[in-house]
């Protein structure tokens, strides 16, 4: 009976001992992990490191408490360019070629990874990473295929893990505040009946690079590029991305839907390879999208020029009692304007809601005879009263962060981008087709 007993406690002791040991080493996991987890610094990876990748990466360098332990690239002048820049912010850093190695090392001290290759590998690379237990900013479109663009939603509801979508005017004060406030909450325009934007740019060449940097045809082949043209130039390529009108367009589609919280109903479309004949997507689109709103259909323009300049890029907001100019840069639009027979707007500006008007005399004159036009309150801007001090991307980012510190809402989630995915890819087959695209409220949802 004593010997049973002895032998009872041993084993006792046995598992007790085994029982600490494990609590011991899951408490110094936690312990690690916390550190690791600490609000005041987050652990990043970049994936894409080529010009969009760039951008990001110095925005994200200007947001405290962020650092970088790894960035990955194909290209050999993209990993050293954006290497460096990195390295002089003092980040230690390793370079990788392929993502699968970079997420095997380092998935263990990662809290997120911002994707910015380009679109047809999107999918491929935030799924990876989510599925590692890393939060992802994956840079817009989605994918260049919306059956992909679906799985990036899918795996982020079931890993658990935040995906943004770099939508970067959802986060950009200027607009939060013109669309949230303005138009929704206090209904400055009345009701929104038009919306047009555009993105022109002026005739460009390919683009090109250092021959010293060339990749060899093995490589490019590898990562299933046909040749450096087609690398360097991919949103011009079918396989890799979506043309102009998903490249430019998909960032201002995205604020339609989002000034008339709906998706749309129908698009028609017109463009053409018209210029530049050894492009594949379209050089030139103009399309109309039609929405339901409680007050009866709405539309939107929405035009992108590659061989014009003309206008740059701006979006106007349309309704019965005014409009508003805006865009990312003020000077190509930052103002409200009231229609003459709508109510004054001397209590908007007085709350701070809108800048006072200014009425300024001008002097027009001719040859023969000098006249005073002044411009009248009806045509007068009412500048918006919100700077945009920051980089572009640098509040979107910042929203992604915060999500992932403090449980911030993000302001573009794996599904409200699919939205917008939707919509864009449409207008190629739409200009493909020549017939209007019409929506079910079931194709917007994954």
């Known amino acids: 009976m004593m010997e049973m007993k002895r032998n009872q406690f041993m084993q006792s002791a046995a598992v007790a001992g085994t029982m600490l040991a494990a609590m011991k080493a899951r408490a110094i996991e936690n312990a690690e992990l916390s550190a690791r987890k600490n609000?005041?610094?987050?652990?990043?990876?970049?994936?894409?490191?080529?010009?969009?990748?760039?951008?990001?990466t110095e925005s994200c360098l200007r947001i405290p408490g962020i650092r970088f332990k790894a960035v990955c690239d194909i290209w050999e002048y993209s990993q050293k360019y954006t290497g460096n820049v990195i390295k002089k912010y003092g980040h230690d850093i390793k370079i990788y070629e392929d993502y699968k190695e970079l997420?095997?090392?380092?998935?263990?001290?990662?809290?997120?990874?911002?994707?910015?290759?380009?679109?047809?590998?999107?999918?491929?690379?935030?799924?990876?990473?989510?599925?590692?237990?890393?939060?992802?900013?994956?840079?817009?479109?989605?994918?260049?295929?919306?059956a992909?663009?679906?799985?990036?939603?899918?795996?982020?509801?079931?890993?658990?893990?935040?995906?943004?979508?770099?939508?970067?005017?959802?986060?950009?004060?200027?607009?939060?505040?013109?669309?949230?406030?303005?138009?929704?909450?206090e209904k400055l325009l009345g009701s929104v009946t038009t919306a047009t934007a555009q993105w022109n740019r002026a005739k460009a060449d390919d683009i090109g690079f250092p021959k010293k940097f060339e990749m060899d045809a093995a490589t490019?082949?590898?990562?299933?590029?046909?040749?450096?043209?087609?690398f360097r130039n991919w949103r011009w390529y079918k396989k890799y991305g979506g043309g102009p009108i998903v490249d430019l367009g998909s960032h201002q589609i995205d604020l339609f839907e989002w000034v008339w919280e709906n998706n749309p109903k129908s698009v028609i479309a017109?463009?053409?390879?018209?210029?530049?004949?050894?492009?594949?997507?379209?050089?030139?689109?103009?399309?109309?999208?039609?929405?339901?709103?409680?007050?009866?259909?709405?539309?939107?323009?929405?035009?992108?020029?590659?061989?014009?300049?003309?206008?740059?890029?701006?979006?106007?907001?349309?309704?019965?009692?005014?409009?508003?100019?805006?865009?990312e840069v003020p000077a190509q639009g930052n103002a409200a304007y009231r229609e003459a027979h709508a109510p004054e707007w001397d209590a908007f500006a007085a709350k701070g809601l809108i800048k006072q008007k200014a009425t300024p005399i001008k002097k027009a004159s001719t040859k023969n005879v000098a006249v005073d036009v002044r411009v009248t309150a009806a045509a007068a801007s009412w500048p918006l009263p919100v700077d945009m001090t920051k980089p572009a991307?640098?509040?979107?980012?910042?929203?992604?962060?915060?999500?992932?510190?403090?449980?911030?809402?993000?302001?573009?989630?794996?599904?409200?981008?699919?939205?917008?995915?939707?919509?864009?890819?449409?207008?190629?087959?739409?200009?493909?087709?020549?017939?209007?695209?019409?929506?079910?409220?079931?194709?917007?949802?994954?």
Request: proline fraction near 3%; aromatic fraction near 10%.
């Open 39 to 56: 609000p005041d610094q987050l652990n990043i990876a970049l994936i894409g490191a080529g010009a969009q990748g760039r951008i990001l």
């Open 148 to 185: 992909k663009a679906a799985t990036m939603v899918q795996t982020s509801k079931a890993t658990g893990q935040l995906l943004q979508i770099g939508h970067q005017r959802r986060s950009n004060p200027r607009y939060i505040h013109a669309i949230e406030t303005l138009i929704h909450q």
């Open 270 to 327: 017109s463009g053409g390879t018209d210029f530049y004949d050894h492009r594949e997507w379209y050089d030139n689109v103009m399309c109309i999208y039609e929405y339901d709103t409680p007050e009866g259909t709405a539309r939107a323009f929405y035009e992108t020029q590659t061989t014009t300049g003309r206008g740059g890029f701006s979006e106007a907001f349309r309704g019965t009692n005014g409009y508003i100019d805006i865009a």
């Open 220 to 230: 490019l082949d590898k990562y299933g590029y046909n040749s450096m043209q087609e």
């Open 393 to 446: 991307h640098q509040p979107h980012l910042e929203n992604f962060f915060n999500a992932i510190r403090y449980g911030t809402e993000l302001n573009c989630p794996g599904e409200t981008g699919y939205e917008t995915c939707v919509a864009v890819l449409a207008v190629n087959r739409a200009v493909a087709t020549g017939q209007k695209i019409e929506f079910k409220k079931s194709d917007f949802h994954v």
């Open 103 to 146: 997420i095997a090392a380092h998935k263990d001290e990662l809290d997120a990874v911002v994707v910015a290759s380009p679109d047809w590998m999107h999918a491929e690379h935030a799924n990876a990473c989510m599925e590692a237990g890393l939060h992802v900013y994956s840079e817009k479109e989605m994918s260049n295929s919306l």
